[in-house]
T-cell receptor, first 114, second 110 residues
Framework: GAVVSQHPSWVICKSGTSVKIECRSL??????MFWYRQFPKQSLMLMAT?????????EQGVEKDKFLINHASLTLSTLTVTSAHPEDSSFYIC??????????FGPGTRLTVL | RKEVEQDPGPFNVPEGATVAFNCTYS??????FFWYRQDCRKEPKLLMS???SGNEDGRFTAQLNRASQYISLLIRDSKLSDSATYLC???????????FGTGTRLTIIP
């Protein structure tokens, strides 16, 4: 299957700082990527759809000014958590689709905000 | 009502047993259906797609009942390595956007 990488795999930061997470498709081009968040013992919740060359589409209840998404190329999407707070601590996962309907997930980034 | 509902479990099953998971979805316009597997603190990985005619991959059998809006996964001769959370996933809009169920946690007991 296709490969998606994420960086960093984990990050610990102080409250109020911003954190950038990168999602790369390594062997395919992704015009669309998805960002999910997963809290402990809960399912993945879609946060936003990242569109190459245009604005991201955010799900209801997700603050676009807090979770900045940039999809500047066909292989890279970034998610920046601005002014992070402890309640933003979560497992953030991106995905991209190489084939119709099949999504390939990055390994995830575990964010801990102190 | 949630778009995709699953029994969260946990299911604790002895090695070698057969286990079945069920899932229901609310949108009758849903087009594609999948089972993903997620290990602890890892990303989800596609286990198998679910086709209208039902499909089998080794010890795993998936079935779809569109009339009842119901999806199932059967695991035969369960192995210790089958321990994971199994996610029922639905694609409704015909694009790449997926909706995940909450997952069913399975533990295979030696």
């Amino acid at each position: 299957g296709a490969v998606v990488s994420q960086h960093p795999s984990w990050v610990i930061c102080k409250s109020g700082t911003s954190v950038k997470i990168e999602c790369r498709s390594l062997d395919f081009q992704a015009t669309t990527m998805f960002w999910y968040r997963q809290f402990p013992k809960q399912s993945l919740m879609l946060m936003a759809t990242s569109n190459e060359g245009s604005k991201a589409t955010y799900e209801q209840g997700v603050e676009k000014d807090k979770f900045l998404i940039n999809h500047a190329s066909l292989t890279l999407s970034t998610l920046t958590v601005t002014s992070a707070h402890p309640e933003d601590s979560s497992f953030y996962i991106c995905s991209g689709g190489a084939f119709y309907n099949e999504q390939f997930f990055g390994p995830g980034t575990r964010l801990t905000v102190l | 009502r949630k778009e995709v509902e699953q029994d969260p479990g946990p299911f604790n099953v002895p090695e070698g047993a057969t286990v079945a998971f069920n899932c229901t979805y609310s949108n009758s316009a849903s087009q594609s259906f999948f089972w993903y597997r997620q290990d602890c603190r890892k990303e989800p990985k596609l286990l198998m797609s679910v086709y209208s005619s039902g499909n089998e991959d080794g010890r795993f059998t998936a079935q779809l009942n569109r009339a009842s809006q119901y999806i199932s996964l059967l695991i035969r001769d369960s192995k210790l390595s089958d321990s994971a959370t199994y996610l029922c996933v639905v694609n409704t809009l015909g694009n790449e956007k997926l909706t995940f169920g909450t997952g069913t946690r399975l533990t295979i007991i030696p």
